[in-house]
C-alpha cells in the first residue's frame, strides 16, 4: 500500500494515538468549537517520542475533514528564519491566501521587524472568513520573538475564530516557560503526555503485528518504556526480521529469528543498522545537518554522484528514517536523527560538522541555518576534541556567524558570543575586549543576567579604559530602571577613568544623572549639574546633550519652573532629530506631557495621537508604548473612562508583549484605579491587588511609590479608613508630588485626591501638606492647572466656597470634566449648611458633569447628597447607543463592518492596532459575541449604526 494514501496515513496516526483518548477528545472540542465560531488553545507538552506530533498531524487531519483550513508550523527546518515567517508563508499557501508571497517573503528576510509582524498576521487573519486553525511543533527550536507570536496572537485574537495547538518538549518546559511561551493557553490545564501504560503498547503491538502479542512480545516492547514511537519502532523491528508469528489472533516471539544483540538493542539504532550501507553512511552524515536538509547537501557533504543517491534514499525513505519535507529531506524525528549522529566516531563527526558549515558559508545558506551549523562545527573545540576545528580555526568560524546573524538572530548571536568568550578564555588572549564586544548581543537577546555578570567580570579583570566604559555604559542602559544606586555609582566610576573620547565622556556624564530622576533626588541632581553640563558642553555631542536637557526638562518641571522645562525640552527634541537619535522620542513624550500638565489636554491628545501614528509608521515599539500611556492619561483627563481604561489595558498588553512591563505598568495601573475611584470596576483591586504588592516590594524608588499610591486609591475605593491613615503617612510626609509619574512628571491634580482622602479620615495636617506643594508649584509654573490645583486644595481645606468656584470654573476653561465635577461637589459640601440653593445648582452641576463621563461611582454619591437636601436626581442620560456600545466603539463596529482590519481603523481613527484590538476584545464581550462576523450580525438586527 502507498504510504502517501490517505487511509495509510490514517491507519500510521491512530497506531501513535493508542492511549491517548482523553487528549483526542480535548482536541475535536477545540475543532467543534472553531466550527461555532469560536476559539480555544492548547498546549501539548511531552518528551521526545511521546507521540505530539502525532497528535497534532491527527487534529490537522480532523481539521481538514472539516474543512478548516490549517497553517502547519515546524520549525527548525533549512530555510525556517522562525515561527513568525513560518506563519507567513503558511498563511501564504493556496489553501489559505491571506498573504501574498512577496509579502511573506518579506516578513521573513526582515526578522527585526517581528513586532510589527504580528500585527500584519494578526490583520491578515481578521481578513478570513472562515475559521483557521494554527498548528505549531517543536516550539522549544524557536527564538524569542517567535515564541512571543505564540504567546501574543492567540490572546490578542481570542475573539477571532482562530484555534492554535502548540507542541513543546517536557524537557524544555517549566511555569517561566509556560507564561512566555503560551500565553492565553496557560490559563488551562496543558495537555502532559505520559508514558503509556502496558495495555496502550500491546494495542499499538496489534495495530502493527495483526494480533495481540503475547507475554514475551510484551516483555520485548517494554524496553521501549511506554513511548509510541520506539513502541512501533520496535514492533516493525519485529515484525520486519520474522520474528513474530500470529496464530489464532495472538502474536508469540519466535526467538531464533532474534539476535540476543538484537533483543536489546535499542529500535531506532537496529533500524539504522539494517541498512544499506551507503544508504547508513547518507543518515548518519546528514544527521549534522539538522532535521532538514536538501539533496544538494548530501551531494556536497559525502561526495556521492547524483546517480548513487537514488536507491540510498529511497530505502531511507521506505525505512522511516527519512521523509520527504517538500522539497527537501526530513528526518523522521529529532530522535532518529539524534540516534544516527550518536553512532558517528567523534572525529567523523566533527569533520563533517565543519564540512557542513563551510558548504553554508559556500552556498550562502540563510543566515539561521549558517549559525547553527558554526556552533556545531566548533563545540567540540573546547574539549580538544579529535578532527575539530583550532582554536583559532573555531574563532573565525563563529566571527562569520557572527556576522551573518548579528542583525537577525538575537538568540544566535548570543549563543555565538558566549562560545567565542569559552575559547578566548581557554587561550587567554583578547578576553577583555571580547567581554565589552559580548555584552550588547547579550542584552539584545534578554540575557541581561549574564550580561551583567560578564559586565561586572570584565571590569573586575582590569579592561582597556575605553573598553571599560563601554561595558559601564552598557550596565548603566541595563540597570537604570532597577538599579539607580547601583547605575548612579557605576558611571561615576567609569568617568574617573582616562577616557580618550570626549563624546565617550560626554555620554557617560549625561547618563549619569538619569538615576537621580528614578531616585527623586533632586537636590542632590542639582549639585552635580555643573560638572556635568561642562563635561557634555565639551563633548559637543548631539546625544549627550540631548540626554542631559531630557533630565534638566524633568528636574526643572518637579521645582516648578516649567516655562522652562518647555525650553529645554524643546532644544532636545531639536539635537535628537539632528543626531537621529533611538531616544528622541523621549524628548517627545515629555513636551506631550507637560501640554497636558500645563492645562491643555485636547492640544495634548492632538499631539499624542500624531506621535502614536509616527511611531507605529516607524515601528518604533517602546516610543508607542510610552506615547499610549500618556494617551490613556490625556483620555481620563478628558473624562473619557471608557477609552482610558482600554488604553490603559491596550498599554499593559502592548509592555507585555515586547517585554517592557516596568514602569510602563505602574502608570497603567494607577490609571486603572482612578478609573475604579469614579466608575464601578467590579474586581479592579482583586485583580491588581498582587500585582501593586510586587511595586511595593521594589527597591527603585519611582516604583516603590507607584505602588504605595495606588494601595491608597484603593483604600479610597474599599472604603478601608484604617489603610487610608496607614497609606497618607511616612512617605508622602516627606514628599514633593503624589502619585507615580507619567513620562517623567506626575499630575498635578493628584494633591486634590491626597488632600480629599487625607481631609476625610480626619488628617488635616497631612492635607495642608498637599496644599504647601500646590501653592510653590502655581508659584512657579504659572500654568492653569496648577493654579486650578491650589485653590481647590486650599478651598477644601479652609472651606472657602470663593476658591472651590473658581478651581470649578478653571478646570471647566482647560476642559477637565471629572476635575470641574469634583470642584462643584465640593462646593456643594462646603455650602451646604448654609446655602441649599448653591448646594443643590452645585451638586447638580457635578451630576450632569459624572453623567456624560459615566462615572457611575461619583454619580452614585452626589445622587445620594441630593436626596439628603431632599432634591430628587435627575434621570440619567447616557450617551451609550441600544446595545450599550460608546461612540468611540460604534466607530470602530462601523468600519469593522466595512471589513476594515484593526490596522485600516486605527490609520483611519488615528490610534495604535493594539488599541483597536482592545476595543473589539470589549465590543464582543459586551455583545456576547465570539467573531466579527457575529458582532456585525447582531449590531444590524438591532438596526444600529451603520453597520
Known amino acids: 500500500?502507498?504510504?502517501?494514501?490517505?487511509?495509510?496515513?490514517?491507519?500510521?496516526?491512530?497506531?501513535?494515538?493508542?492511549?491517548?483518548?482523553?487528549?483526542?477528545?480535548?482536541?475535536?472540542?477545540?475543532?467543534?468549537?472553531?466550527?461555532?465560531?469560536?476559539?480555544?488553545?492548547?498546549?501539548?507538552?511531552?518528551?521526545?517520542?511521546?507521540?505530539?506530533?502525532?497528535?497534532?498531524?491527527?487534529?490537522?487531519?480532523?481539521?481538514?475533514?472539516?474543512?478548516?483550513?490549517?497553517?502547519?508550523?515546524?520549525?527548525?527546518?533549512?530555510?525556517?528564519?522562525?515561527?513568525?515567517?513560518?506563519?507567513?508563508?503558511?498563511?501564504?499557501?493556496?489553501?489559505?491566501?491571506?498573504?501574498?508571497?512577496?509579502?511573506?517573503?518579506?516578513?521573513?528576510?526582515?526578522?527585526?521587524?517581528?513586532?510589527?509582524?504580528?500585527?500584519?498576521?494578526?490583520?491578515?487573519?481578521?481578513?478570513?472568513?472562515?475559521?483557521?486553525?494554527?498548528?505549531?511543533?517543536?516550539?522549544?527550536?524557536?527564538?524569542?520573538?517567535?515564541?512571543?507570536?505564540?504567546?501574543?496572537?492567540?490572546?490578542?485574537?481570542?475573539?477571532?475564530?482562530?484555534?492554535?495547538?502548540?507542541?513543546?518538549?517536557?524537557?524544555?518546559?517549566?511555569?517561566?516557560?509556560?507564561?512566555?511561551?503560551?500565553?492565553?493557553?496557560?490559563?488551562?490545564?496543558?495537555?502532559?503526555?505520559?508514558?503509556l501504560d502496558t495495555e496502550a503498547v500491546a494495542k499499538i503491538a496489534a495495530d502493527v503485528l495483526g494480533g495481540a502479542p503475547d507475554d514475551a512480545i510484551r516483555s520485548v516492547l517494554a524496553r521501549a518504556e511506554g513511548l509510541p514511537l520506539r513502541v512501533i519502532s520496535s514492533a516493525r523491528e519485529l515484525k520486519d526480521a520474522g520474528a513474530a508469528q500470529i496464530s489464532n489472533g495472538t502474536v508469540s516471539l519466535v526467538r531464533s529469528r532474534l539476535e540476543a544483540r538484537d533483543r536489546e538493542m535499542d529500535p531506532i539504532e537496529r533500524r539504522l543498522g539494517t541498512l544499506d550501507p551507503t544508504a547508513r553512511e547518507i543518515a548518519l552524515s546528514a544527521s549534522v545537518l539538522g532535521l532538514q536538509f536538501t539533496v544538494e547537501d548530501i551531494l556536497l557533504l559525502t561526495g556521492l554522484a547524483p546517480g548513487q543517491l537514488l536507491q540510498p534514499v529511497a530505502e531511507l525513505l521506505r525505512s522511516g528514517v527519512l521523509r520527504d519535507a517538500g522539497g527537501a529531506l526530513e528526518f523522521e524525528h529529532e530522535i532518529v536523527r539524534q540516534t544516527a549522529e550518536g553512532q558517528l566516531e567523534p572525529e567523523t563527526r566533527n569533520r563533517l560538522s565543519r564540512a557542513a558549515f563551510v558548504m553554508s558559508r559556500e552556498a550562502n545558506d540563510a543566515s539561521p541555518v549558517l549559525a547553527k551549523r558554526a556552533l556545531r562545527a566548533v563545540e567540540q573545540t573546547a574539549s580538544k576534541a579529535p578532527g575539530s576545528p583550532t582554536p583559532d580555526e573555531a574563532l573565525e568560524i563563529l566571527e562569520t556567524a557572527l556576522t551573518a546573524v548579528a542583525e537577525e538572530d538575537a538568540q544566535l548571536a548570543a549563543d555565538i558570543v558566549e562560545l567565542r568568550l569559552q575559547l578566548l578564555d581557554q587561550a587567554g588572549s583578547q578576553l577583555r575586549g571580547a567581554m565589552a564586544e559580548a555584552i550588547p548581543f547579550l542584552l539584545h537577546a534578554g540575557r541581561t543576567s549574564e550580561a551583567r555578570v560578564l559586565a561586572r567580570r570584565g571590569i573586575a579583570a582590569g579592561m582597556d579604559p575605553d573598553e571599560e566604559v563601554a561595558a559601564r555604559l552598557a550596565l548603566a542602559q541595563l540597570t537604570t530602571m532597577d538599579e539607580p544606586t547601583a547605575t548612579r555609582e557605576n558611571l561615576q566610576a567609569a568617568l574617573r577613568l582616562p577616557v580618550r573620547s570626549p563624546v565617550l565622556r560626554g555620554r557617560l556624564a549625561a547618563m549619569s544623572t538619569r538615576p537621580y530622576t528614578t531616585d527623586y533626588l533632586y537636590d542632590a541632581l542639582e549639585e552635580v549639574l555643573p560638572e556635568v553640563r561642562e563635561i557634555v558642553r565639551l563633548s559637543n555631542d548631539d546625544i549627550a546633550l540631548s540626554t542631559l536637557e531630557h533630565v534638566e526638562a524633568i528636574a526643572a518641571y518637579f521645582r516648578h519652573d516649567w516655562a522652562y522645562a518647555r525650553q529645554v525640552i524643546s532644544r532636545a527634541e531639536e539635537r535628537s532629530a539632528r543626531a537621529e537619535s533611538p531616544e528622541g522620542w523621549f524628548a517627545t513624550l515629555i513636551r506631550i506631557s507637560l501640554l497636558r500638565y500645563s492645562g491643555r489636554p485636547l492640544d495634548a491628545l492632538r499631539s499624542v495621537d500624531r506621535e502614536i501614528r509616527t511611531a507605529d509608521e516607524r515601528q518604533q515599539a517602546f516610543a508607542l508604548l510610552h506615547l499610549q500611556l500618556v494617551r490613556a492619561n490625556v483620555l481620563l483627563d478628558l473624562g473619557r473612562l471608557d477609552e482610558a481604561e482600554i488604553q490603559a489595558e491596550a498599554v499593559r498588553d502592548l509592555g507585555e508583549d515586547i517585554g517592557a512591563v516596568w514602569p510602563i505598568d505602574v502608570g497603567a495601573v494607577s490609571i486603572l484605579a482612578q478609573i475604579a475611584i469614579y466608575k464601578e470596576s467590579p474586581g479592579v483591586v482583586e485583580r491588581l491587588e498582587s500585582v501593586v504588592r510586587e511595586f511595593e516590594r521594589d527597591e527603585v524608588a519611582h516604583q516603590r511609590r507607584g505602588g504605595e499610591w495606588i494601595q491608597l486609591l484603593f483604600a479610597d475605593i474599599l472604603g478601608e479608613t484604617r489603610m487610608m491613615d496607614a497609606r497618607t503617612s511616612g512617605t508622602y510626609e516627606r514628599s514633593r508630588i503624589y502619585g507615580p509619574p507619567v513620562g517623567g512628571a506626575s499630575d498635578p491634580f493628584d494633591d486634590v485626591y491626597f488632600a480629599r482622602i487625607t481631609l476625610g479620615i480626619g488628617r488635616p495636617e497631612r492635607a495642608k501638606k498637599a496644599a504647601s506643594i500646590a501653592r510653590d508649584r502655581a508659584a512657579g509654573a504659572k500654568a492653569p492647572i496648577a493654579k486650578a490645583v491650589f485653590e481647590h486644595v486650599t478651598g477644601l481645606i479652609d472651606g472657602s466656597p470663593p476658591l472651590l468656584r473658581s478651581a470649578a470654573e478653571a478646570y471647566r476653561r482647560i476642559g477637565r470634566p471629572l476635575a470641574e465635577a469634583a470642584a462643584w461637589e465640593d462646593l456643594a459640601v462646603c455650602v451646604m449648611s448654609q446655602d441649599r440653593m448653591e448646594a443643590t445648582e452645585a451638586l447638580l452641576t457635578a451630576h450632569t458633569l459624572l453623567a456624560a463621563c459615566e462615572a457611575t461611582r461619583s454619580l452614585a454619591r452626589v445622587e445620594g447628597r441630593l436626596r439628603a437636601l431632599g432634591e430628587r436626581p435627575p434621570v440619567r442620560t447616557s450617551p451609550r447607543?441600544?446595545?450599550?456600545?460608546?461612540?468611540?466603539?460604534?466607530?470602530?463596529?462601523?468600519?469593522?463592518?466595512?471589513?476594515?482590519?484593526?490596522?485600516?481603523?486605527?490609520?483611519?481613527?488615528?490610534?495604535?492596532?493594539?488599541?483597536?484590538?482592545?476595543?473589539?476584545?470589549?465590543?464582543?464581550?459586551?455583545?456576547?459575541?465570539?467573531?466579527?462576523?457575529?458582532?456585525?450580525?447582531?449590531?444590524?438586527?438591532?438596526?444600529?449604526?451603520?453597520?
Request: overall charge neutral; hydrophobic content about 45%.
Open 1 to 195: 500500500m502507498n504510504a502517501d494514501d490517505p487511509m495509510t496515513r490514517r491507519s500510521e496516526l491512530r497506531r501513535g494515538l493508542r492511549g491517548r483518548d482523553d487528549e483526542i477528545e480535548r482536541l475535536r472540542r477545540l475543532l467543534g468549537g472553531l466550527v461555532g465560531g469560536s476559539a480555544d488553545h492548547v498546549l501539548i507538552v511531552g518528551e521526545p517520542g511521546s507521540g505530539k506530533s502525532a497528535l497534532l498531524d491527527h487534529a490537522r487531519a480532523e481539521a481538514l475533514d472539516a474543512s478548516i483550513p490549517v497553517a502547519l508550523v515546524r520549525p527548525g527546518g533549512i530555510a525556517s528564519s522562525g515561527i513568525a515567517a513560518t506563519i507567513a508563508q503558511a498563511l501564504a499557501e493556496p489553501g489559505i491566501g491571506v498573504i501574498d508571497e512577496s509579502a511573506a517573503h518579506q516578513m521573513e528576510t526582515s526578522p527585526e521587524l517581528r513586532y510589527w509582524w504580528l500585527q500584519e498576521i494578526e490583520a491578515a487573519i481578521e481578513r478570513l472568513s472562515r475559521p483557521l486553525l494554527i498548528v505549531i511543533d517543536d516550539l522549544q527550536f524557536a527564538d524569542e520573538l517567535t515564541r512571543l507570536a505564540a504567546r501574543v496572537l492567540p490572546r490578542r485574537m481570542a475573539q477571532s475564530s482562530v484555534g492554535w495547538i502548540v507542541a513543546q518538549r517536557t524537557a524544555d518546559f517549566d511555569q517561566e516557560a509556560m507564561r512566555t511561551v503560551s500565553g492565553p493557553m496557560s490559563a488551562r490545564n496543558p495537555i502532559v503526555l505520559g508514558r
Open 881 to 947: 447607543n441600544a446595545l450599550g456600545l460608546t461612540a468611540a466603539e460604534q466607530r470602530i463596529v462601523n468600519r469593522a463592518a466595512r471589513n476594515e482590519t484593526a490596522a485600516e481603523i486605527a490609520a483611519a481613527l488615528y490610534l495604535s492596532r493594539n488599541t483597536v484590538t482592545a476595543h473589539l476584545r470589549r465590543i464582543y464581550a459586551k455583545l456576547g459575541v465570539r467573531s466579527r462576523q457575529q458582532m456585525i450580525e447582531v449590531v444590524r438586527a438591532g438596526g444600529i449604526g451603520g453597520a
